[in-house]
DNA sequence: CGGCCAATTGACGGCTCTCAAATTCCGTGG
DNA sequence: CCACGGAATTTGAGAGCCGTCAATTGGCCG
């Protein structure tokens, strides 16, 4: 535990923390980080897996073998119904623990597919189901990262349900922005890894739309856009607009 | 392991199974339904709640303390966004488990509110957690109520982001027949408990489109309504027209 | 009986989708 | 290295749907 809260304190800092293990949201709990003293949770980790870009990790229909963390790369979750109708619900980036789609039912429910080329973790699932029996802190971190799905979910769901396309658009260039910075990188200047396709279907509307409302932004010169590469030029008024 | 397996073949036929636990969530698992030997999860139930119509169990803001089965009645779950957006996310009917939204933070971020006076059963959270460590079969079930509320969350938003009014207020009266079925109800013929205010904040759009698409369907002979009163005459073409 | 709130209906305007075409970029093969 | 083809992106014009504003109706409760 107070590990835990110094890890929360300085993350960057541990010189014995790779660097690509720093956003994970299983921090605390792996062994990579913890190389003092086992942990329950550790292991469970058992091995890696390299995905390229365009390719999946898992896909509807799939039964339930492991967990994922995203240690390296981006990728777009997909849900698919069953009339037909696609939406990416989401776009992990690295700390992200992928899979949990699945345990409704024990079969995906979702795809989860690279937007380039990453590097996952591979968390067996029985296995760290049995030791959360015997870890309550791990337990109550599975729990939490659980919940914090739902609330991500339901967060869009506000998006999609009572904002206007600006609103929306601005609103995802700044939670872009926001995970930028959370892991390190620029918040102002950053390279988008989907196409406008991705963030028409994540946002609730069309491709046109999205560009449309991209223009306007630049026009109004709250940003500079082109293709993937995007610069904010100001933050005060994108978070104005986002906020309705 | 067996007994549950029976239960799930023909749960009302219990003879010790009170009615109102016919259809809760956490059927198998409450002391309730299962007199003939102790249960871990049984003990977590400690006391029962009424709610009048319109009061709330719990709001956003509030520290997390209980979860609550939804034992009679029914409610609506409203989730507020800092600036100030409101969506209603579910109407949860009796049975349903209450509260999970509190579990990424400790603090509720929804208000639970009720449509009709309501009776709930009061679950002491720490005592719940608790009993998972000694339980697989309980917490594997409490996953499995967690993972419920994220994919129903995420056919929600499969319904704001790719569907027209029209296909979104089929499905949203075609999914109200199906709860009425499950629940030993009419599929055919049911009272809302909601305001109209309440579906078209639920579905993304405003209460005059609510009405008017209602309208449209009545004039198809799809349904009648009138009021909160609604009586379904042709189920296959309302089950076409949700699915896109 | 009166007042208030929910629900309904109509007219109108704006926003987003549809359809279409042009442009740019990227990877592939020569 | 260059040319080429396909995909992604952008932009334009027009139509349709949904939101806004306003007025009316109908129920429920005091």
């Known amino acids: 535990m107070d590990i835990l809260s110094t890890r929360v304190d300085s993350p960057p800092m541990q010189p014995h923390l790779p660097r690509e293990c720093e956003h994970c949201s299983l921090s605390g709990l792996c ?13 469970s980790i058992r091995s890696r897996k390299l995905v390229h870009r ?3 990790v898992y896909r509807a229909g799939d039964r339930l073998q492991n967990l994922y963390v995203l240690r390296s790369g981006s990728m777009k979750i997909r849900v698919t119904s069953p009339s037909g109708l696609e939406q990416i619900t989401d776009f992990p980036l690295a700390g992200a623990l992928l899979g949990l789609d699945a345990l409704e039912s024990g079969i995906h429910v979702c795809d989860a597919i690279a937007l380039e080329d990453s590097m996952l973790c591979i968390l067996p699932f029985a296995e760290l189901v ?4 015997h870890d309550l802190v791990a337990a109550q971190q599975l729990h939490r990262l659980i919940a914090r799905d739902i609330n991500q979910c339901r967060r869009l769901l506000l998006s999609l349900g009572c904002m206007t396309t600006d609103e929306r658009v601005a609103d995802f260039v700044m939670g872009i922005s926001e995970q930028m910075a959370s892991h390190g990188y620029s918040p102002r200047e950053f390279t988008l890894k989907m196409t406008r396709e991705d963030i028409a279907s994540h946002l609730g509307m069309k491709v046109e739309t999205v560009c449309r409302v991209l223009a306007r932004l630049q026009e109004a010169s709250l940003l500079n856009v ?3 590469h995007v610069e904010i030029r100001n933050v005060d008024a994108l978070r104005k607009i986002s906020s309705g």
Chains 1, 2 share one sequence.
């Open 31 to 43: 062994r990579a980080s913890r190389q003092d003293e086992p942990l329950p949770l550790a292991t």
């Open 54 to 56: 365009g390719e999946s």
């Open 130 to 133: 049995g030791n959360c029996q």
């Open 226 to 228: 082109s293709r993937r």
